[in-house]
């Protein structure tokens, strides 16, 4: 082999190196990327709503030893206890060795994703036909959710203070439910429209029978059938719909995509995918240098208010709670607190390279994506991380021979997006978002890269260890 040139070695040392991280991967590693990913598939297919997703958690962080919180007990180091916020959202707490005002680790993702909501009068008859009128809840290309197959998720809360679980359609043997659309021998109207209204929001209605009720004299004859059912499985009425949560989701399960498969696809990857790691990794840990906090928030996908949003005090009333019981102050606490936002970016899809700027889009498979600010429109609705903070998170992911990358969302105002980072920056915390980069990020079936989610793991783990 030739000598390299000056210039050669020069490049070596000062150039950014972007060459393919799976290249030369070993079989070790790699035995390591699916076997995680086999375990990130079952949470997926288990928590498809952020009920659910609580619910999955809890399973798995009491099996490693976190309980939840009690007001009155006297928390000491190695301590693993929950907040459970409504059953939506939920923060998870390991005590380290030092006290809460020298600062937390924490990590933040969200489980809620984007869906169709049933309306609360949702069920109606027409045409002989019984169906439900939605309102879609996210950002979605409501067209990418007609004729796919959905399931239906959720609660009913009854008057008498009972909650009665809903899930329909995940079964194999289960029936599903689906958005109807126009055939393209009738569409000519249709084609006219633009793609983001060629089903408008209105026209989200799901098909969910047909059979009328027997009986020669009453009228909407299919919907009272399909009450009729409903009341025998649920014991509820037409009334108890205003006081449901009803989540419509694809009806898919999460897959390997690709001969080689290399990769994920599935709903609600975003932001499961950067929640599942945040909770493997607080797993795993167990006795940090400082406290470690994994939240898991609700209602990102809305701009994340409400009370289950991290806009809320929700997270400053966990690490309160926490300071008061060490006698420290909270504001301290939270001041010193270092935050991983873990939330997706988009990937590079090569169909449609040009809305990225390619020095700073996010690829597939080449790591966790930090991603500096989101926002739009010149950095507005963002929590520009500093350029310290960047420096020691890259530190930290250089120092563990963490693969990572970094990526902006898309090209200047072409678009943008937010993630819960600027709500946990306006409490004092450092933060910058970090996790996985995706394709057809909102789409009912989105796509990410096993080696990027693994990544993303050891990410978690090394910052809140
Ligand atoms: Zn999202």
Known sequence: MAEKTVGEKLKEELFLKKENPLKNISDEKWEKVTAFAQDYKAFLAKAKTEREAVKVSIEIAEKAGFKPFDAAKKYVVGDKYYVNNRGKSIA???????????????????????????????????????????????????YQWTTIPLALHGVFAKKDGSVVEVNIGEDDSDPCFVVTDLLPHLAQEQSKRTLNDGIRGEELNILIGSLPFKDDKASELVKLNILKILNEKYGVTEADFLSAELEVVPAVKPRDIGLDRSLIGAYGHDDRVCAYPALAAICEIEVPEKTALCVLADKEETGSDGNTGLASDFLRFVVRDLAEMQGVDYTVALRNSKCLSADVNAGLDPTFKDVMEAKNAAKLNYGAVITKYTGARGKSDTSDASAEYVAYVRNMLDSAGITWQTGELGRVDLGGGGTVALYVANMGVDVVDLGVPVLSMHAPFEVVSKFDVYETYRTMLEFCK
């Open 92 to 142: 998870f707490v390991v005590v380290g060795k030092q006290p809460a005002d020298s600062g937390l680790q924490i990590t933040a993702a969200h489980i809620d994703s984007p869906r169709m909501d049933l309306k609360p009068n949702p069920l109606y008859e027409d045409s002989d036909l019984a169906l439900f009128k939605t309102h879609y809840y996210g950002g979605i290309k409501k």
